[in-house]
């Protein structure tokens, strides 16, 4: 069964966000560059990682990573003690995932990442990762190779777009509930989830 996916988080100004929106060439985190092949390990998190980011200096780290207990590392099964990065992995019992953390590995992004916080729990769908316009605060990060080239407060833009949405004058982004189509779309990271065509 298909449900709401464990979103990757970022820290903005030392306050946790969640990472609605990735606009780059290159993805954010790919773990097979790094000899780390993920595997599903329940419904709420399909490809088999999540991700923890922070802005520290101008620089987007990679803070934290959690993996399934299917996942391979250096072609060999993840377990306790399994290091990435030089340090090891500590196994979650509850689920059998296999957490490392903290890291300061440097993430060489480049493109635009939205972040949000104070989901609308009245919005919430369980299915998939929740838009922009679903959160109270967005922020919008643009960097350049990893380093942060520029930042702005999109919550007013959202608000509106919102507002829009629920009073019926603009389409939601994702379409119509149910069918594949929406199950598909949910699953994206794509700015036009937040931002359809014509409100940017």
């Not at 709401?4 to 970022?10: G, H, N, S, V």
């Not at 606009?23 to 993920?38: K, M, R, S």
């Not at 419904?43 to 802005?55: I, N």
């Not at 520290?56 to 060999?76: M, N």
Request: net charge negative.
């Amino acid at each position: 069964m298909v449900t709401a996916q464990i979103p990757d988080t970022i820290v903005v100004d030392a306050t946790p966000h969640v990472l609605a929106a990735v606009d780059g060439a290159e993805p954010l985190f790919e773990p097979t560059g790094h000899g780390i092949v993920p595997g599903p390990f329940h419904t709420a998190c399909y490809r088999g990682f999540v991700c923890s980011f922070t802005v520290d200096d101008g620089r987007l780290l990679l803070w934290e990573l959690t993996l399934g207990p299917h996942a391979t590392v250096a072609g060999r099964p993840v377990s306790g003690g399994t290091e990435i990065f030089g340090t090891p992995l500590a196994e979650d019992t509850d689920d059998g995932s296999f957490t490392v953390a903290p890291l300061r590995v440097d993430v060489p992004f480049t493109g635009r990442l939205l972040a949000g916080r104070g989901l609308i729990e009245d919005l919430h769908v369980n299915m998939g990762y929740a838009p922009g316009w679903k959160y109270e605060h967005v922020v919008e990060l643009v960097l350049d190779r990893g380093r942060l080239a520029g930042r702005r407060d999109r919550s007013p833009e959202v608000a509106a777009i919102r507002r829009a949405i629920l009073a019926g004058t603009l389409p939601d982004p994702d379409g119509e509930r149910g069918g594949k189509g929406w199950v598909t779309r949910t699953f994206s990271l794509a700015f036009e989830r937040t931002f359809p065509l014509g409100t940017r």
